[in-house]
C-alpha cells in the first residue's frame, strides 16, 4: 500500500549532521507511524526514531536521545531524520519504516513497508 524511498545518506566526519529524507507514496498516511531503523554490518535492525502521522508524536531510541530529530511534511508525504553530532557507531544502512496499524514503535514486525534503505557512515 505504501512505498517508501529513503534519501540523503553519504559519509560525513563524526561530530557532523546529516538529513536524511523517507519520500512516501500511496493513498493514506494519516494512521500511519513512520519510523527510521537503522541496521549497521553484523548487528541486528534496530529502531532509532519513529512519529505518528497523525498528532506528530514522537519516539527515540536512548542512542539517538538528544542527537536525532523525526519531523514530518504531511503536505509533502515526506519523514525526515535529522541526525546531529554524528558518531561513527551511527554508521548503519537507514531503513525507513511504516506501520499501518499504530502498533509498537520500535518492533520492526510492526512495520509492513520498508525503503531501500540509504547508507550513513561517519569517519572518525
Known amino acids: 500500500q505504501v512505498q517508501l524511498v529513503e534519501s540523503g545518506g553519504g559519509l560525513v566526519q563524526a561530530g557532523g549532521s546529516l538529513r536524511l529524507s523517507c519520500a512516501a507514496s500511496g493513498r493514506t498516511f494519516t494512521r500511519y507511524t513512520m519510523a527510521w531503523f537503522r541496521q549497521a554490518p553484523g548487528k541486528e535492525r534496530e529502531n532509532v526514531a519513529a512519529i505518528r502521522w497523525s498528532g506528530g508524536s514522537t519516539y527515540y531510541a536512548d542512542s539517538v536521545k538528544g542527537r536525532f530529530a523525526i519531523s514530518r511534511d504531511v503536505a509533502k508525504n515526506t519523514v525526515y531524520l535529522q541526525m546531529n553530532s554524528l558518531k561513527p557507531e551511527d554508521t548503519a544502512v537507514y531503513y525507513c519504516?511504516?506501520?499501518?496499524?499504530?502498533?509498537?514503535?520500535?518492533?520492526?514486525?510492526?512495520?509492513?513497508?520498508w525503503g531501500q534503505g540509504t547508507q550513513v557512515t561517519v569517519s572518525s
Open positions: 519504516a511504516a506501520d499501518p496499524f499504530g502498533g509498537s514503535w520500535s518492533i520492526p514486525a510492526s512495520y509492513t513497508s
